[in-house]
């Protein structure tokens, strides 16, 4: 939930502030961020020069200055160059002057330059001019700042932050706009988008009601029920569509959220006892009340369903919270998110001992085989992903045939991939450096024609490898898949409802269990927990957020959906009773998400209307 750096330009190109050159009529504006004393600078500035020679008169490009910070040299070369515009108008030849000294300037360079350029003196008389060209230095960082420039150099494209490669050829694609840059660079927009997750889940969980209400909706829910198979020489998987989903794609979810887990339990924010006792109390109240709750109300042959109201859906929580912006302090976001990764832990944990079949012994012997060579493989110091993944598939076909729910494969595949100490980014810069410097040397003619050679590749593909850890490597790259592709395929095959007037008739303790649970169980549970936790010395509440805001994203939490809807269809058997409990789920959590932005944003607009009050007060006194 960490807040995204900024893509956009701010503030955009302004001819009669910014250093331009090329006209405003031209198709293409590029506008770096850079600094004097600054290596990659220099190489910039010849792909640069490459690019002007090549686009000419369609090309405008624009110079921002973001001096390297703590380097006093690098501030006052920008200076000089801004000093040189307001006193001779002469800033692209102080540029140009500044990058032909190289990334460190030798004693007295500046001041060469300046006698050069024909500067006059800074004394009392020019002294205005000389805090104007600091001011304009200042303004250029203000504006890298809040651009999202946190490196020299960075570039941006028609007022979009670039993030591809600083090569000619890169840049050129991105400047003529190709089909795939675009492509990239609205999927990277998009994916960037706080709620967007959230709203991609909401988008295929409406497709799915409303095919389900069509005339092909029959044929739709057939669709899920075709039996698809895999054959290994004589031994068979055999599955119908939606089984394959829910056993087989929410794997790759319960990997994510084992990978998350585990991240916070290592490097988070549940690192250590007291940062993780208020929020670890907080999920058991949340977990403990809706299912008692659930019990109390739902017909007893409904029992096996207490497990429907524990859970809270991420995507959608983490989405509501992102709209709600400042309303919702940034601990309590903390709080939010330890909770329910707590939270999905315990009902991981259920699932893998309530809701499971008749169990295999011989199955569940091979996959506790499996699972021992994974351990040995992360014991080993065994970090290419290859293995892992080839084991983990075998553990999940063991978990499968065992009757244990075969997601928890994720989970366990999750607790063994390996993870390694900080990485020494300086060695590793050298080594690059080292490695690379050494490849430029090499004139030949293969070098020209063909590229780096095959030692050098491998020796960048093992740098960028230390690099990450194998967990947090793996974690980047399937989050996505598992955001943008498993959940909604997922909600599209269990969210259908066909609504008729007689689809929740019989199930009206049902109905009530789950909403009980879900939109009451749920905040009073966080809530009552974490006070008496705090009550009892275990745990410390921040003062950045009041009860009542707690009690907001408690509220929040009763957002059940994604694995209150996987957790019916294991308890739930039969089909009346499995469509009831979803329009439970759906009703429930869209009174709790509603209940919780209310309380938010009242509370939020009390503490400010506290807070004017005391400031009166003060001015009063």
């Known amino acids: 939930m960490a807040r995204t750096r900024a893509t956009r330009l701010d503030p955009p190109v302004d001819p009669g502030h910014d250093h331009v050159i090329g006209g405003d009529a031209a198709e293409m504006t590029l506008v770096e961020y850079g600094s004097y004393a600054c290596r990659p600078c220099l190489a910039a500035h010849e792909v640069v020069s490459g ?25 006052r070369a920008a200076e000089l160059a801004e000093y040189a515009s307001i006193a001779r108008n002469a800033f692209w030849a102080a540029h140009e002057a500044l990058m032909d000294c190289g990334s460190s300037f030798a004693p007295g360079a500046l001041d060469e330059i300046s006698r050069a350029l024909d500067l006059p003196p800074v004394d009392e008389q020019t002294a205005p001019m000389w805090r104007a060209a600091q001011q304009r230095v200042q303004a250029d960082v203000d504006g890298a700042r809040r651009s999202g420039a946190l490196v020299t150099p960075t570039f941006f494209i028609n007022g979009r932050r670039y993030e591809g490669a600083w090569d000619e050829t890169s840049l050129a694609d991105a400047m003529l706009g190709s089909l795939g840059h675009r492509i990239q660079a609205a999927a990277l927009d998009f994916v960037r988008w706080g709620p967007s997750a959230g709203l991609l889940l909401l988008l295929a969980s409406v497709a799915a009601v409303v095919l389900a209400n069509l005339p ?79 019990l109390v109300v739902a017909p007893e042959r409904l029992h096996g369903g207490w497990g429907i109201p524990i859970s809270t859906d991420t995507a959608f929580a983490v989405a509501l919270i992102v709209l709600l912006g400042s309303r919702v302090p940034v601990e309590l976001r903390v709080f939010l998110t330890a909770t329910v990764i707590i939270d999905d832990l315990i009902a991981i944990a259920a699932i893998a001992l309530f809701y499971s079949s008749e169990m295999s012994i011989h199955m569940l012997t091979a996959a506790a085989v499996t699972t021992g060579l994974l351990v040995v493989l992360n014991r080993s110091g065994i970090y290419r992903p290859l293995p892992y993944v080839v084991l983990g598939v075998v553990l999940w076909a063991c978990l499968h045939g065992a009757g244990v729910h075969a997601t928890l494969a994720g989970v366990l595949l999750a607790v063994v991939t390996p993870t390694l100490p900080p990485a020494n980014l300086r060695a590793l810069t050298a080594q690059a450096a080292t490695t690379m410097l050494t490849e430029m040397g090499r004139r030949d003619e293969a070098v020209r024609r063909r590229g780096p050679s095959i030692a050098t590749l491998r020796a960048l593909d093992a740098i960028h490898e230390r690099i990450e850890s194998p967990a947090d490597k ?31 008739q019989g199930h009206g303790r049902l109905l009530l269990a789950v909403v009980l649970g879900l939109v009451v169980g749920k905040p009073l549970g966080i809530l009552l927990a974490a006070r008496l936790a705090v009550r009892a010395g275990i745990a410390e509440k921040p003062d950045a957020y009041s009860w009542r805001q707690l009690l907001g994203v408690g509220a929040i939490a009763g957002l059940g959906f994604t694995m209150s809807l996987f957790i019916a269809s294991e308890a739930l058997r039969d089909p009346a009773d499995f469509t009831a409990a979803k329009v439970a789920i759906f009703a429930a959590s869209l009174v709790a998400g509603s209940l919780g932005t209310i309380v938010l944003w009242r509370a939020h607009e009390e503490t400010d209307s506290l807070e004017a009050d005391a400031r009166l007060s003060d001015a009063a006194a």
């Open 216 to 294: 092909i909706g029959p044929a739709f829910a057939a669709l899920w029920e075709t039996p698809i198979g895999l054959w290994f020489g004589g031994a068979t998987i055999a599955l119908p569509a939606i089984d394959w989903v829910n056993e087989g794609l929410l794997s790759v979810f319960f990997l994510v959220v084992g990978l998350e887990i585990k991240r916070e339990f290592t490097v988070g924010h549940l690192a250590s006892l007291r940062s993780a006792a208020l929020p670890a109390a907080a999920a058991i109240g949340g977990i403990v009340l809706p299912a008692l709750l659930y």
């Open 51 to 75: 690019l002007r020679n090549r686009f000419g008169d369609r090309m405008r490009y624009v110079f921002r200055h973001r001096p390297l910070t703590g380097s006093d040299d690098a501030r």
């Open 474 to 504: 793996l974690l980047r790259s399937v989050e996505p898949w598992s955001s943008y592709f498993v959940l909604p395929v997922f909600a599209l095959a269990n969210a259908g409802v066909a609504w008729t007037p007689d689809v929740l």
